[in-house]
């Protein structure tokens, strides 16, 4: 059995995984027990995954963040600045990312003005 730990200060095999875009390593974890609300230097897997560059696979990026959320990521949870995965997705400039975020009708009210100009120039 892997041992997932709690300490804020350390990384965790999940958040490894999700940095590194391995897709079933992230799902065998997450289905192993793995939590996917771990706070770690600040961030949760999710919010780690919406910035990860998007020049180079999409494709995994969308499947990372899918199946955190699928799995109960916590689109609320917030990071010592108050930004949530929404903040992160829109920092991470990936529109299908940002798409599926917001199509979870999740409440994400803080620092609306301050994203107001990004939303603007989504067209």
């Known amino acids: 059995m892997v041992k997932f730990t709690k300490d804020p200060r350390y990384s965790t095999m999940l958040f490894n995984a999700v940095s590194g875009r391995r897709?079933?390593?992230?799902?065998?974890?997450?289905?192993?027990?793995?939590?996917?609300?771990?706070?770690?230097?600040?961030?949760?897997?999710?919010?780690?995954?919406?910035?990860?560059?998007?020049?180079?696979?999409?494709?995994?990026k969308f499947q990372l963040v899918k199946l955190l959320l699928d799995n109960g990521a916590d689109l609320k949870a917030r990071d010592d600045l108050g930004r949530t995965a929404l903040h992160y997705a829109y920092m991470g400039e990936c529109p299908i990312i940002i798409n599926l975020i917001r199509s979870k009708k999740r409440d994400n009210r803080s620092h609306r003005k301050r994203f107001a100009c990004i939303r603007k120039n989504e067209d």
């Open 23 to 60: 897709v079933k390593l992230t799902r065998i974890l997450v289905e192993g027990g793995a939590d996917v609300n771990i706070v770690v230097f600040g961030m949760t897997p999710i919010m780690a995954a919406c910035l990860l560059p998007s020049k180079d696979d999409e494709n995994k």
